[in-house]
């Protein structure tokens, strides 16, 4: 069972970045995929979530209208489409897997994933 996270890297602010999740190990749709990110010398924050199952997404307030995910069942890939970045978006992002069976509000918590990719760096200048 394994993640891999890619796509961070430096951008202007205002501009966009696609950030993608490859799961492998996995029981094709019985998880879900979420993204945080974490800034230095702050919490980790959660940011969305997809079901690989069927494409149901949530977002935190802080993110949505920006951010959107998506998902390639057949590459059992997520991505974390985000425009009109911010300074204040530079950060560590990472994704996690959440496997069935969970409750909806769960989601929002890094402790109730089980899985973790290894974070991409996304820089974002003035």
């Known amino acids: 069972v394994q993640l891999q996270a890619s796509g961070g890297g430096l951008v202007l602010s205002g501009g966009s970045l696609r950030l993608s999740c490859e799961a492998s190990?996995?029981?094709?749709?019985?998880?879900?995929i979420g993204w945080f990110r974490q800034a230095p010398g702050k919490e980790r924050e959660w940011l969305s979530c997809?079901?690989?199952?069927?494409?149901?997404?949530v977002y935190a307030d802080s993110v949505k209208g920006r951010f959107t995910v998506s998902r390639d069942t057949w590459e059992d890939t997520a991505y974390l489409q985000m425009d009109s970045l911010k300074p204040a978006d530079t950060a560590v992002y990472y994704c996690?897997?959440?496997?069935?069976?969970?409750?909806?509000?769960?989601?929002?918590?890094?402790?109730?994933?089980?899985?973790w990719g290894q974070g991409t760096l996304v820089t974002v200048s003035s």
């Open positions: 996690a897997a959440i496997v069935w069976p969970y409750n909806t509000g769960d989601v929002r918590n890094s402790a109730n994933y089980d899985f």
């Open positions: 190990g996995f029981s094709r749709d019985a998880f879900s």
């Open positions: 997809i079901s690989m199952r069927d494409g149901s997404s």
